[in-house]
């Protein structure tokens, strides 16, 4: 027996228009599936990665609530841009922020493995033991 794992996030479906007064012609049908991103308490928060040319591009989106997220995007090292994305309902929700995920992987964006990943600290001397003025 051999079975088959669903990884891409689009299936195309021949559908063959046959004995219902529709010429022969073949058309083909698109039908999105989309993996859930969410974790197992319903929160989602993603940061995807590409590079292009000239630099690295983020995108990242997380949930406020459970029908309201943030997605943010740009260029790494840049402030980027950001957008709230709200549904009236949980369950359009969960869809329309899975979808847009899947749809920044599908430009090429990706996730990087946290064992690649990375802590830089920072730290340099004061002339004196500092002040809240200093963490600004």
Not at 29 to 54: C, G, P, R, W
């Amino acid at each position: 027996m051999i079975t088959f794992r669903l990884t891409n996030s689009i299936v195309w479906i021949l559908v063959f228009l046959t004995n219902c007064g529709q010429t022969n012609n073949k058309e083909i049908t698109q039908v999105m599936t989309t993996k859930n991103h969410f974790d197992s308490n319903e929160h989602v928060f993603i940061k995807l990665y590409k590079k292009s040319d000239a630099n690295v591009l983020y995108w990242e989106t997380w949930n406020i609530d459970d029908k309201n997220a943030i997605i943010h995007w740009g260029h790494l090292g840049s402030m980027g841009d950001h957008e709230k994305i709200s549904t009236p309902l949980h369950s359009e929700f969960k869809d329309k922020i899975n979808t847009l995920i899947d749809s920044k992987i599908n430009e090429g964006y990706t996730e990087i493995p946290i064992e690649k990943q990375f802590t830089v600290a920072i730290t340099f001397k004061l002339k004196t033991w500092g002040s809240p003025k200093n963490l600004d």
